[in-house]
Every structure is written in structure tokens, then in C-alpha cells.
């Protein structure tokens, strides 16, 4: 089993920056597969990032694709999502979770943080 808290989330104004942390707890966080999705206000959990285990393979969606960076440090159980040149539609509610399928999807996470708001303000 996995926890997953995540913070860094606030208010920034356009092309502005934020760092986005995931914590976790639990024995196999090192062999999971972690990613970001997010939710915006009567909208879906969208996928963002995601990476595998060892960070040998990321994958990103096309709306953040060149200005969204994942990471991850195993040896502190966390996960960064680096967000930059910010856009007001990227304003949402930030998910990490974890799961053992690649590529990571919303419907193949096993594990969900509680989320950190993100606003970014025009």
C-alpha cells in the first residue's frame, strides 16, 4: 500500500512557477509508477505526467508538454511536478497517485493524494 500527500500548490499569476510535491509512505513506492492529473471545476481527472519507477521513462500530456517537468527522488519517497510558464486553464485541483500499469492512466491508478489547488491568475 501507498500514501501520497501532496503540497506546493497556491496562487500565481500568468507565466508564473510552482512546484508541486508528492510525498509517500509504503514499502513499494519505489516500484511504482507515479503520475499527476488534475481537475478543474465540472471537468474530468485528467491525466498530466507520469513517471516509471527507476525515472527512465516520463510521459506528459500535449497541453503541458515543454513547460511541465516530472521527477522523482526515491531516496526521499517524493515526487515533483516543476510547473512553468503557467496558463489560466491549467488552474485545478492536482492529484499524484500510484499504480504498477504503464503508461499511466486515471483508470489504472491504485492509489490517490488528497490534491492541492492550483490557481493561476490572468
Known amino acids: 500500500q501507498v500514501q501520497l500527500v501532496e503540497s506546493g500548490g497556491g496562487l500565481v499569476q500568468v507565466g508564473g512557477s510552482l512546484r508541486l510535491s508528492c510525498a509517500a509512505s509504503g514499502r513499494t513506492f519505489s516500484k511504482s509508477f507515479i503520475g499527476w492529473f488534475r481537475q478543474a471545476p465540472g471537468k474530468e481527472r485528467d491525466f498530466v505526467a507520469a513517471?516509471?519507477?527507476?525515472?527512465?521513462?516520463?510521459e506528459y500530456a500535449d497541453a503541458v508538454k515543454g513547460r511541465f517537468t516530472i521527477s522523482r527522488d526515491n531516496a526521499k519517497n517524493t515526487v515533483f511536478l516543476q510547473m512553468n510558464s503557467l496558463k489560466p486553464e491549467d488552474t485545478a485541483v492536482y492529484y499524484c497517485a500510484s499504480g504498477s500499469i504503464w503508461p499511466m492512466r486515471r483508470s489504472g491508478a491504485a492509489y490517490w493524494g488528497q490534491g492541492t489547488q492550483v490557481t493561476v491568475s490572468p
Open positions: 513517471v516509471t519507477w527507476n525515472a527512465g521513462a516520463t
